[in-house]
């Protein structure tokens, strides 16, 4: 799986120590069962490009530290050799909980004009930190702006235990693609997409299974009342400072979500993303400072539980709108 994948890549070294220490092949057939041969990477398999570089780098080490080849190595490669690349393909990633998330992916970065096919680090590192405070998520109903493939809110809906999610976006493929993903990992849709959440008076939904939303949601022309709809408690979003574009479109649907609040408790927003450009950073915070929203950095933390493409600054910016 794309996590295990990744960890068993980035720990190379260590296994080249591991490998000359051990006189057979268990080491390596144990990884293998435990990656590529895993039932869940079987069923929805990684793109052929990742898997076929994972194993050559494999072999490679073993044949560092080993004369004889290990023939379930190169049958492994073989397969995926003659393997054709699809459009889209699958990444797993296991949690901490046992819990796992699957998604589907497209397997280019930009495709039918949208950024929002694959997941980005900013995801990762959101739903990292939402992880290692789900009580900020419990029993709470999450609108997230601008989901993308899913990752983080799926995360959230598998360990943080919320009343209510609402997946968000306003391209009609990353939609459909949400939809799928949501119901690829055991979740069920509200009926009616479109729909906002609404709180029962007497709630007796199991809090282990929150009731979901993909709603379309375009920042530019959402109302107020429209986003009153939904009732969040709490409001996210991941890797969605990319242009000056985007930030004052972020801006402005936040600023309508804190007229929302005007007569109820404050609503908390967690907003990640990866310093591309500081600038677009700092117009986005000017922003909120001219729509009256404080906002604070939330303390890192360390990048350890997702397979992260890059070493790049992220940031997590607490709002209070």
């Not at 079987?42 to 004889?68: C, D």
């Amino acid at each position: 799986m794309t996590r295990l994948l990744r960890n068993s890549c980035n720990s190379c070294a260590n296994l080249e120590e591991k490998l000359r220490d051990s006189s057979g092949s268990e080491l390596l057939l144990d990884i293998l069962q435990k990656t590529v041969k895993h039932p869940l990477c079987v069923k929805h398999p990684p793109s052929v490009k990742y898997t076929r570089g994972f194993l050559s780098e494999l072999i490679r080490k073993h044949e560092a530290v080993h004369v004889e080849p290990l023939d379930e190595l190169y049958e492994a490669l073989a397969e995926v050799l003659t393997a054709e690349e699809r459009t889209h393909c699958h990444r797993s990633y296991l949690l901490p909980s046992g819990d796992s998330v699957t998604l589907s992916e497209s397997t280019a970065i930009i495709s039918h004009g949208t950024t929002g096919l694959v997941t980005w680090n900013a995801a990762l590192y959101l739903a990292e930190w939402a992880l290692e405070h789900p009580a900020a998520f419990t029993h709470r109903t999450v609108l997230e702006l601008g989901s993308g493939a899913g990752l983080t809110g799926l995360a959230i809906c598998k360990v943080c235990r919320p009343r209510a999610y609402v997946f968000s976006d306003c391209h009609s493929r990353v939609l459909e693609q949400l939809r799928g993903n949501v119901l690829l990992n055991g979740l069920s849709l509200e009926p009616d997409v479109t729909t906002p959440v609404q709180h029962p008076r007497h709630d007796t939904h199991d809090p282990e299974s929150p009731r979901v939303t993909v709603a379309w949601l375009d920042w530019d022309i959402v109302t107020v009342p429209q986003l009153a709809a939904f009732q969040p408690d709490i409001v996210i979003a991941a890797d969605v400072l990319y242009s000056p574009e985007t930030a004052l479109s972020l801006a402005g649907v936040l600023r309508r979500l804190s007229a929302c609040r005007e007569d109820q408790q404050a609503l908390e927003a967690y907003v990640a993303f990866t310093v591309r450009n500081p600038e677009t950073c700092q117009l986005f915070t000017a922003e909120l400072g001219r729509a009256g929203i404080q906002w604070e950095t939330e303390p890192c933390h360390d990048q350890k539980l997702f397979p992260y493409d890059e070493q790049s600054e992220t940031a997590i910016l607490k709002l209070t709108l």
